[in-house]
């Protein structure tokens, strides 16, 4: 049996590779894949908790939290495909279309 440290140091470090990819990259693309990342982790954390503690709420939650990821990550590619269509890049510097 693995012990439930193990699991929240893969989240940790999933968590901290998501963190760096929002910080560090300005491409809106690899931008969504680490916020998935970071959702990932947290996942990882409820369903650790939920096994440790022997309840079945955070398996629950982390089932909700995989379906927000999945309409989060519909919704945000179909904003990317527009605005690229529209401004020919993707880079998060340069996007500035909802300013005054």
Not at 27 to 48: D, R
Not at 74 to 97: C, K, S
């Amino acid at each position: 049996m693995i012990p439930t440290s193990h699991y929240l140091i893969l989240s940790l470090l999933l968590f901290t590779i998501g963190v760096i990819g929002v910080v560090t990259r300005r491409n809106v693309v690899i931008i969504l894949m680490s916020i998935e990342l970071i959702l990932n982790a947290v996942n990882i954390n409820l369903v650790a908790f939920s096994r440790h503690l022997g309840s079945i709420d955070g398996q629950a939650f982390a089932i909700f939290i995989i379906t927000d990821a999945a309409a989060e990550a519909a919704v945000g590619l179909g904003i990317i495909i527009a605005y690229f269509r529209n401004r020919q890049t993707l880079l998060a510097d340069e996007m500035d279309l909802l300013r005054w």
